[in-house]
């Protein structure tokens, strides 16, 4: 039972394509909530409260906030499917992937699509001129690092073992390397987790 809270559960096996549809109508759900809802929600708060006069911008704001919003956007898709084609899975932890992923854009960060989402929630705030809207989308880092840095971790370091603690050593968490990890450099066993009851 304490299993069910300290690891994710492994997906079902699936085609890669089922897999790929459920993250990508995982991350329009992401995008609808995190990306459009709050933040209108926030800029109008911020109306309504007279803190509109705080607001600033630019002529090229919007331009660079659609310009910022596509880069994440693209980054968080191609770590989406990159995890659901060679995962086997998800990025829900009800839902994870069955296989380390060492490939894409993982082989650069470890976590790329959490820097994708934060990504773009600066750049809509800074598409809207948004000061509420930036400093929510910027405290999405350490939220994570506190809420579920700590837990994915341990739940991959117990799933994949020493290969996970391998990439988790030479791939930072926030940041792209210039020393980009390939598969072949973790060992065989990475492509399997050690337990296929994990989480049930």
């Known amino acids: 039972m304490l299993s069910a809270f300290t690891r994710g559960r492994v997906a079902e096996p699936a085609r890669p394509a089922w897999n790929l549809m459920k993250t990508l109508a995982q991350t329009l759900v992401f995008w609808s909530v995190f990306l459009a809802l709050i933040p209108s929600l926030l800029f109008e708060f911020e109306a309504r409260l007279g803190l509109a006069g705080a607001r600033f911008g630019a002529p090229g704001y919007p331009t660079l906030g659609a310009a910022l919003f596509l880069a994440g956007g693209c980054l968080g898709l191609w770590s989406g499917a990159t995890m659901a084609w060679l995962g086997a899975g998800t990025p829900l932890p009800v ?15 470890r976590n790329p699509m959490a820097v994708a989402g934060i990504g773009q929630g600066v750049a809509v705030g800074a598409a809207l ?50 020393s980009p990890m390939s598969r072949s450099a973790a060992e065989p066993s990475a492509a399997q987790p050690k337990g296929e009851d994990v989480g049930g």
């Open 95 to 109: 839902d994870c992937p069955r296989s380390l992923v060492i490939a894409g854009p993982y082989r650069f960060i």
């Open 129 to 178: 001129g948004s000061p509420s809207v930036v400093l929510y989308a910027l405290a999405g880092a350490p939220l994570w690092n506190l809420f579920v840095r700590g837990w994915e971790e341990r739940d991959l370091a117990a799933r994949f073992g020493e290969p996970y603690l391998e990439y988790q050593r030479r791939i930072p968490c926030w940041y792209p390397t210039l």
